[in-house]
């Protein structure tokens, strides 16, 4: 067996844990779907961007967000639908920037089309928001192996925590595992091949397998 | 092996590390759940496990429940119905009746804990203890849609449930307008239970055939109570429409029927409108059949859950547990369970539940991804580990009130 770099500073898998608080705010239509965005935390933002991402882990690839899949299915407006589900969150940096995107894509919806359809009673769209717990899972890895046997078997919250709440809930601007890669082992290749993968078009454990592949085909080179 | 460890063929060893981690940071909290009976219905259920698989992980937790003349249990049996929105008018005798009985389980129970964890409005006047002793964390567990109450019913408890430092609901839709944080926690099931474990192909023939029913054709079932909210003579009529396209036979299962005058009268509706039918079986069971359900679950093709108004619909987790595709009402907590054409699939009429029965009996490959999609679904968000999970999560943000992202 080869030797393998090892890192001075271990990775820490950490894992974030979601509790869902209620905030009592409801939309009927597109009109007061806009009021509530334009105010509410961004706790809120971040619930209806990413839940559908750690809760449904389908085998086909889910609907990115609850305002587009609302849009699609209970206001029964496809453009729309579908123009809020191609927003592409990787582009942003902050919850800021993804709020006030989805805000201009309904706002132009609605200067164009000038629909406000309202949902039928009992399907208004009911706004939530994220408290995030994050905990140290004590699992720490020093060199791509141990890296690679710990993420085949951390909980898909901890591969979440990493790969979103790093980059767009704590604004560090680049997922964790890219930064360790980078600033750890010196594997920028890697890091970029991480940081290439959008975590937005795969189920979670799909994501999973993507990025254990990633790390895989590292490995056989190094062993190469 | 320890209780906890059972789980791990289900969730993985990643979510029971988790669970052992959050409970080393609420190692030795007393947690004191109070309801109203230790017996019977969903809530006992759920403590029966949750209290001990909490001890496991290092929680001090334990269980009482409040004691109640007749007339108590009369007065709660009448808000319950009221908060679900049946008119009732609540008397001076009334406000007397709770309070009485609020003060003798005062006097009776031993309330010294962190947290106090109050299941429903029941025992939700005990927080009156909290005039005279502080520093414990008290949480309002609503079990029960409170999205449409009759007037009057919710002005009787928010006097007493506003004092509470957190709420817990079950749907977004139950929220109400509180000052404390509502979290939302939906129920789960165990698969570890009779209803939900797993069964050998043998045992459920040997099940189906004790029923009377045998698998020849495709079966399109509905397990729920025989109550007119559960909808099933829609069931009834859809399955008529599906069935001049493609053969397959229905199942009605449920109970609730020998001491609910309502439910006989809605089992006798239901067999009157089904005729002699030999593709048509109704079954009125008693309520300790749960291997019978499962197996009846386990044998069917699609499962129907068209209620008009639910809590949370609970019976549709069970049927994607074991794979199978659903056909849901979009009401109560459903949604949360099945999202359209994801993880099952959302009707609103009689037309729409025929037309999907017959889609999902013409394309199996489709109605099992359905099921498996469901499966996952349940098996992420709605086992009795995530659910155990959330309490914990709970009591952990008494300690950081209005905090979004807290580092433990």
Same mark, same amino acid.
Request: a negative charge; charged letters at 25%; proline letters at 5%.
């Given at each position: 067996m080869s030797t393998l770099a090892r890192a001075a500073v271990p990775f820490e898998f950490r894992s974030s844990l979601n509790m869902t608080l209620l905030t009592g705010r409801r939309a009927r239509d597109l009109a007061e779907l806009l009021e509530h965005l334009r105010v509410v935390p961004g706790a809120v933002i971040y619930h209806h961007t990413h839940r559908f991402l750690v809760q449904h882990q389908f085998l086909s690839p889910e609907p990115p967000n609850d305002f587009a899949y609302w849009v699609t299915n209970d206001l029964l407006e496809e453009v729309l639908g579908e123009e809020l589900a191609s927003i592409d969150v990787l582009r942003f940096s902050t919850l800021r920037?993804?709020?006030?995107?989805?805000?201009?894509?309904?706002?132009?919806?609605?200067?164009?089309?000038?629909?406000?359809r309202a949902a039928p009673p009992g399907q208004e769209f009911h706004f939530m928001q994220s408290v995030s717990f994050v905990l140290p899972t004590g699992q720490r890895a020093s060199d791509l192996r141990t890296f690679h046997e710990i993420l085949g078997k951390v909980s898909l919250d901890s591969i979440a925590y990493h790969m979103f709440d790093a980059r767009l809930r704590l604004e560090q601007g680049d997922n964790d595992f890219s930064k360790w890669f980078q600033d750890a082992l010196g594997e920028s290749k890697l890091a970029d091949a991480f940081r290439r993968v959008d975590p937005y078009t795969h189920t979670a454990e799909g994501l999973r397998r993507r990025l254990l592949g990633l790390v895989e085909q590292r490995l056989k080179e190094l062993q190469a | 092996m320890n209780e906890l460890d059972k789980y791990e063929?289900?969730?993985?060893?990643?979510?029971?590390?988790?669970?052992?981690?959050?409970?080393?940071?609420?190692?030795?909290?007393?947690?004191?759940?109070i309801n109203s009976t230790r017996v019977g219905g969903g809530v006992a259920e759920i403590l029966n496990r949750l209290v001990p698989l909490l001890n496991e992980v290092g929680l001090d937790s334990r269980w009482e429940v409040i004691h109640g003349t007749e007339d108590f249990f009369v007065l709660t049996k009448n808000l319950?119905?009221?908060?679900?929105?049946? !008119?009732?008018?609540?008397?001076?005798? %009334?406000? =007397?009746?709770?309070?009485?009985?609020?003060?003798?389980?005062? =006097? $009776?129970?031993?309330? %010294?804990?962190?947290?106090?964890? *109050?299941? %429903?409005?029941?025992?939700?006047?005990?927080?009156?203890?909290? =005039?005279? $002793?502080?520093? &414990?964390?008290? *949480?309002? $567990?609503?079990?029960?849609?409170?999205?449409? !109450?009759a007037p009057g019913a919710w002005e009787f408890i928010a006097p007493i449930v506003e004092r509470y430092d957190m709420s817990v609901f079950s749907a977004p839709q139950f929220a109400r307008p509180l000052v404390m944080p509502q979290v939302l926690i939906a129920p789960s099931i165990d698969p570890l239970s009779d209803k939900n474990r797993e069964l050998?192909?043998?045992?459920?023939?040997?099940?189906? $055939?004790?029923?009377? *029913?045998? &698998?020849?054709?495709?079966?399109?079932?509905?397990v729920s109570r025989f109550d007119r909210l559960k909808d099933p003579a829609g069931v009834l009529a859809a399955w008529k429409m599906a069935r001049q396209r493609v %053969?397959?036979?229905?199942?009605?299962?449920?109970g609730g029927a020998t001491d609910d005058p309502e439910g006989a009268q809605v089992l006798k509706e239901i067999r009157e409108a089904a005729g002699s039918d030999p593709d048509v079986h109704i079954l009125d069971l008693p309520p300790t059949s749960n291997v =019978?359900?499962?197996? *009846?679950?386990?044998?069917?093709?699609?499962?129907?859950?068209k209620s008009l108004k639910e809590g949370f619909g609970l019976t549709v987790s069970e049927a994607l547990w074991k794979g199978k595709p659903v056909i849901a009402g979009a009401v109560g907590g459903i949604p949360l369970q099945v999202t359209h054409r994801y993880s099952g699939i959302l009707v609103h009429t009689v037309e729409g539940t025929a037309f999907w029965i017959k889609q999902l009996l013409s394309a199996p490959e489709f109605a099992n991804k359905l099921g498996q999609n469901g499966r996952e679904h349940v098996r992420n968000n709605f086992l009795l580990t995530r659910h155990m999970r959330d309490y914990m999560l709970a009591f952990l943000y008494l300690s950081h009130p209005s905090e979004n992202v807290i580092q433990l």
């Amino acid at each position: 067996m080869s030797t393998l770099a090892r890192a001075a500073v271990p990775f820490e898998f950490r894992s974030s844990l979601n509790m869902t608080l209620l905030t009592g705010r409801r939309a009927r239509d597109l009109a007061e779907l806009l009021e509530h965005l334009r105010v509410v935390p961004g706790a809120v933002i971040y619930h209806h961007t990413h839940r559908f991402l750690v809760q449904h882990q389908f085998l086909s690839p889910e609907p990115p967000n609850d305002f587009a899949y609302w849009v699609t299915n209970d206001l029964l407006e496809e453009v729309l639908g579908e123009e809020l589900a191609s927003i592409d969150v990787l582009r942003f940096s902050t919850l800021r920037e993804l709020r006030e995107a989805l805000i201009r894509t309904i706002e132009n919806f609605i200067e164009r089309t000038g629909n406000l359809r309202a949902a039928p009673p009992g399907q208004e769209f009911h706004f939530m928001q994220s408290v995030s717990f994050v905990l140290p899972t004590g699992q720490r890895a020093s060199d791509l192996r141990t890296f690679h046997e710990i993420l085949g078997k951390v909980s898909l919250d901890s591969i979440a925590y990493h790969m979103f709440d790093a980059r767009l809930r704590l604004e560090q601007g680049d997922n964790d595992f890219s930064k360790w890669f980078q600033d750890a082992l010196g594997e920028s290749k890697l890091a970029d091949a991480f940081r290439r993968v959008d975590p937005y078009t795969h189920t979670a454990e799909g994501l999973r397998r993507r990025l254990l592949g990633l790390v895989e085909q590292r490995l056989k080179e190094l062993q190469a | 092996m320890n209780e906890l460890d059972k789980y791990e063929p289900f969730v993985g060893e990643g979510v029971l590390r988790e669970l052992r981690l959050l409970g080393e940071h609420l190692a030795g909290k007393r947690v004191l759940n109070i309801n109203s009976t230790r017996v019977g219905g969903g809530v006992a259920e759920i403590l029966n496990r949750l209290v001990p698989l909490l001890n496991e992980v290092g929680l001090d937790s334990r269980w009482e429940v409040i004691h109640g003349t007749e007339d108590f249990f009369v007065l709660t049996k009448n808000l319950h119905n009221a908060l679900h929105g049946k !008119p009732y008018t609540f008397t001076a005798i %009334d406000q =007397e009746t709770f309070n009485l009985t609020t003060r003798q389980n005062l =006097e $009776r129970l031993n309330l %010294d804990a962190d947290v106090l964890f *109050i299941h %429903d409005p029941q025992p939700a006047g005990l927080i009156k203890a909290r =005039e005279t $002793r502080t520093g &414990s964390g008290w *949480i309002w $567990r609503c079990h029960i849609d409170v999205s449409a !109450p009759a007037p009057g019913a919710w002005e009787f408890i928010a006097p007493i449930v506003e004092r509470y430092d957190m709420s817990v609901f079950s749907a977004p839709q139950f929220a109400r307008p509180l000052v404390m944080p509502q979290v939302l926690i939906a129920p789960s099931i165990d698969p570890l239970s009779d209803k939900n474990r797993e069964l050998s192909q043998s045992e459920i023939e040997n099940i189906l $055939r004790r029923l009377g *029913i045998t &698998s020849d054709k495709p079966m399109v079932t509905q397990v729920s109570r025989f109550d007119r909210l559960k909808d099933p003579a829609g069931v009834l009529a859809a399955w008529k429409m599906a069935r001049q396209r493609v %053969d397959c036979q229905l199942i009605l299962a449920g109970g609730g029927a020998t001491d609910d005058p309502e439910g006989a009268q809605v089992l006798k509706e239901i067999r009157e409108a089904a005729g002699s039918d030999p593709d048509v079986h109704i079954l009125d069971l008693p309520p300790t059949s749960n291997v =019978e359900i499962n197996a *009846i679950q386990r044998a069917s093709t699609v499962i129907i859950q068209k209620s008009l108004k639910e809590g949370f619909g609970l019976t549709v987790s069970e049927a994607l547990w074991k794979g199978k595709p659903v056909i849901a009402g979009a009401v109560g907590g459903i949604p949360l369970q099945v999202t359209h054409r994801y993880s099952g699939i959302l009707v609103h009429t009689v037309e729409g539940t025929a037309f999907w029965i017959k889609q999902l009996l013409s394309a199996p490959e489709f109605a099992n991804k359905l099921g498996q999609n469901g499966r996952e679904h349940v098996r992420n968000n709605f086992l009795l580990t995530r659910h155990m999970r959330d309490y914990m999560l709970a009591f952990l943000y008494l300690s950081h009130p209005s905090e979004n992202v807290i580092q433990l």
